[in-house]
């Protein structure tokens, strides 16, 4: 099993910057994929990126150039450094983890394990 706590979340203008936390603990050597997922009010959940163990990353085309997935591998953290935020990014984040590697952007239903959730709120 394995346990992931996010974190991060809060309300920023837009154009303003927020990192996201996901602390990963338990059998971490089954986080081999891990991502960003998001969901806003009454929309589906959708990914926003994703990183493979060995650092590979893909984005969703709406976060490319705004925002940043990386791991510390020795901490068992995920990271997402979102720049340049707009009121469309408001939404709940989770972060997820796989066993099998990402190979690029890939559904909710593929993933192990998640984390609560932690809102983020852009206004304009």
């Known amino acids: 099993q394995v346990q992931l706590v996010d974190s991060g979340g809060g309300s920023v203008q837009a154009g303003g910057s927020l990192r996201l936390s996901c602390a990963a603990s338990?059998?971490?050597?089954?986080?081999?994929?891990m991502a960003w997922f998001r969901q806003a009010l009454g929309k589906e959940r959708e990914g926003v990126a994703t990183?493979?163990?060995?650092?590979?990353?893909s984005y969703a085309d709406s976060v490319k150039g705004r925002f940043s997935i990386s791991r510390d591998n020795a901490k068992n953290t995920l990271y997402l450094q979102m720049n340049s935020l707009k009121p469309e990014d408001t939404a709940m984040y989770f972060c997820?983890?796989?066993?099998?590697?990402?190979?690029?952007?890939?559904?909710?239903?593929?993933?192990?394990?998640w984390g609560q959730g932690t809102q983020v709120t852009v206004s304009s």
């Open positions: 338990g059998y971490t050597y089954l986080t081999s994929c």
């Open positions: 990183i493979d163990r060995d650092g590979s990353t």
């Open positions: 997820a983890s796989r066993t099998r590697s990402c190979g690029g952007i890939i559904p909710p239903r593929a993933f192990n394990y």
